[in-house]
């Protein structure tokens, strides 16, 4: 009956004469008549006879009936325990029902209370009643009724510990009446599906049928709850006839869900010691049961049990083989199986060996291998090389893959980088999964939080996170909306994190680690390599600060040798040197040295003139040739002897570009690392000069697309040097920038705020000769002269004198007070030009500000008579404003710097005073 | 109605799948705990026979599936119910958050007359494993608090070291009795008799009802 309103019209009547009949039986209990309460009872139940409801409302009235009945069985325990009246009379009277199904109800009901008084086997009533019960074929009802047998006999079965064993009966007669009420449910379900009927109401039936399937379900349950029932009296006596029944009813939906039920509703103990013949019952469903949803969940649950104790798997069950040979069978005797389906039942079988067997990588190994010999067989093929998939791999595939790829991700980490097939099975996915995985990958290394000190670990794992680093084979990157942006940010964010987890106690090894880092980041798509390579840079800086650091033990080592050997021989500086060049031509012979580490270096072979090539050649040709090599190592023991040697203060661009270009073009193949020597305590094969190159050539590869993260990246490179006392080679990366500057910026913001860089870096690097200094501060000054807008050039030249007057007093050639004035002055004289908008103003109080500055440093150059001329300048010229919030700013600004000129004047008065010269000024 | 008749109480233990409400009743019902685990699929029910203030009383305890896919024929069992135990694991909170979406399902299906005073008891499940506790005892209170005029009674047990599970049940089983006692849940005013109208015996009733089945 479909109608809704009709329905609940007939289930509103059936409820209302329910209540009606339950009425007049309480009150017949009340007045203890008993046969007026049967009358009444059977009234009742006639209700339940009805054809007009649902399963559903068939149910709620069913319930109803239920709740009424436990009046009438209290009234028939109550009758029997104190008016003394025997079972046996109450169960005839019950037989006197003409009614079958309100009868076979109320046999049900004495029956229980029968038990109950224990006044005959337990085992006689419940084998009569379901004797009774074969009467009601009729499916529905047949199933409620045999679901209200299970409902009253709940807690009256013989069973171990319970009072109705022994006279009553054992735990296997209950055996044999739960299973026959099973089986006999069963059967009256399976028989719904043949049920003629209009074609238009086979779906709602079907439905309804499915909505009956818990009275089936129940009886496992109650199965389930007997306590006399272990593990081997179940794989025994219980799961045969179960899997029998099961198997042999050839009815769909009863084997998908009934071996459902038959896994959740027994313990995980009794799964693991019937494993095989459950696995045989699995293979035996239909074609049609989706036998996959079946396995996962058995897997599922066995393996978080197992996963919780490890010692419940039983010695002698290989459950792994078990499972695995189920699935191959089903496999192969299924051709209709889909690829996903394929795949997800190796999703659990992993997920299951990852719980049950930790550590066995080759079933690991085993279950990713069978699906990618199950994707070869369906006609995929992996994408290597960039070649689009022939055919498109289907979602729920792609989405089973990604689940089986990161099981193993999840337990192993980078482990899955020793998992031969594991990438293979990788390359069948399409781009984007690939990035998925990848991207998980990362995480689970990050989340470990361990170093990364593997050479071939990082090769590897650089090598499979290839998805995140290049462009799509198709080529369709767009740089997309905010979101997509985001996820990019936070893919770079991923790589940079994970290049700052390597690292080595090795020196050689490290460095090796980094250069196979810089050969699969350099492969990036070239929007990428501006984040990923800059971590990367940092790391060798690092790396060339340690190397340093063990060098100059070295060599003070060495030294100390030296003086000794000095002492004893009266040895010249002729003979130092000799034995420098030895030293060095020793290195270079080891083949480690790499002296092609740019101009700079060669400058100073050029000079000391003693290379075999000299600095032409070393120019032209660098990248790395023996020739050079021989040329530079000289110049590093020059560095150490303390000899300086003025390098050509050649206009900035030109010799060391030439020089850089090389070095560039030929390193963008850079030579692969030789492998490790296994020698015990071998020499450091690679120098932090070595490092110095990697860094000169890493960034320069970055430069044309790059030029102000790279011209950062050579400020920050020649700081590093500079630091580790290599002059020469921070001389070349200041040029580097330079020529980048020249070249390649030519937005004018950009130009400031790289002149600003590099002012400050100048500043901070310590070690220039004076000439090298001097070149690189008047180069930079003459670049702030030539901006583009007056004020940016007045304001950078005015930054500028900052290079000619060192805060380090002792800092030789680093103070020169007239470059400082004329720095200055030259300012002014800019400032004076911009009068648009009071601007000028504006940049004089800045200049005076600096005067201020320079006069406390006592250059003698600036005189108090130049700052109380400014003053006046700028009074006149503030004064010539009309009043604006512009004017009050500058006034603002003004009187605070003269204020501080006032405090100064009155400490003037103070003998010790160190701005005694303010007293000259006059403001 | 005879006094000397039991009182018949129904009472229904909700909560998500895992928490233990079987555990529960098994360790009220027959002192025995197992470790077990057996899902319930549909409803299952224990009986209980005890004495609260000299009065007989019959329990009849429902246990409920917590995974849904196992309730297909709905839970009209709800029903009659006059109290209602919901059960949450201490050490999961997702199991607390499903607290009110079972306590609404619950007033939803069974309807009671007076939903806002009808009797619910909180447990909070497996105090033996303390140290994995993630619900707080004072979250458990301010969630009893928040529903309606008169705070839930809120109990913390542990059904597999029987801590507190008899007193959590004596407590549902006294607010179920005066559940009962204020409210029947069902009134049934029969229908007026006609004296000429008697009751026929039903042995001669419906001789034509019982030609099927």
Redesign the interface.
Known sequence: MEDPAAQQRALAEGNKRV??E???MKRA??ASDTKSA???A??ML?EL?TTQLS??NY??L???VL?EL??LE??FT?QNR?ARQPMVGLYEQAQ??????PRLYLLNTVGACYILSQEAPARDILKDLLEMTK????PM?GLFLRNYFS?VT??KLPDAGSPYEGDGGSVDDSVEFVLENFVEANKLWVRMHGQKGPSKDKKRRERER??????V??N??RL??LEGVDGAKYKTDILPPILEQVVGCKDTIAQSYLMD?LI??????FHLASLEAFLDGVCRLKEKVRVRPVLESLMERIGN?VGEHPDALPKDVDAFRLLNDCVTRLVSERPKLELSEIILMQVALLQFASQCYPGRLEYINHCIGVCGRAMVSRGFEPLTGGRPARRDLPLECIEALLRLLSIPLKSLGLGVLSLAEYIDLLHFLPWESQKQVSLELLRSVLSKESALSDLDCVDRLLGMIAPILKDPPNGERGDGDAAMQAAQEEERRLVARVVHLMRNEDTDCYFRMLVVARRHLGQGSPSQVQYTLVPLVFRALGLARTIRAAEVADEEQAAAAETAAAAAAAASAATAKAEAEARATADAAEGGVNGGSGGGADDDGDADGDATNGGENGKEGEGGSDETEAAAAPAEGDEDSGETVAPAPAPAGESPATGAEGAGDDEGAFPPVPPAAAAVARPRQFSSRKVYQFLHEIVTAMAPLHPWVSLSLFLQCAIGADRTGFKAIAYEFFSQAFILYEDELSDSKAQVRALVSMAGTLLSCEGFDPVDYDALATKTAQYAAKLLKKPDQCRMVTLCSHLFWSPDEAAPGRRDARRVLECLQRSLKIADVCIAGGVNAQLFIEILNHYVFFFEADNPEIAGRYISGLVALIHEHVDSLDPSDARTEMERYLNNTLDHIRRKKEQADLPESLGKNFAWVTI | ??S???A?L?IIILGDSGVGKTSLMNQYVNKRF?N???????A????KDTVIDDKLV?L?IWDTAGQER?????V??Y??AEACVLVYDITNPKSFEQLDSWREEFLHQAAPMDPDNFPFVLIGNKVDRESERRVSRQRALQWCKSKGSTPISYIETSAKEAVKVEGAFLEVVQMALINSAQQPP?I?V??PITLSQA?T???S???V??M??
């Open positions: 209540m009606q339950a009425f007049l209990t009340d049967f009358t009444h059977g009234n006639k006879k399963p559903r149910y709620e069913y319930m109803k709740d436990r009046h209290d009234f109550s104190q006197a029902c003409t009614m079958v199904l009467g009601v074929q009729h009802r409902h709940r807690d499915k909505d009956l399937r818990l009275l379900g129940t496992l349950v389930s709850q039920c959740q509703v027994f313990p995980d103990e049990y | 109605m005879a000397r008749r039991r018949l129904k197992s077990q685990y057996k899902a319930t699929i549909g299952d029910f224990l009986t019959t009849q196992f309730q297909s024929l709905g009209a069992f029903r009659g069902e049934y029969p229908e009751q015996p039903y042995q009733q419906s001789s009802d019982s099927c089945c």
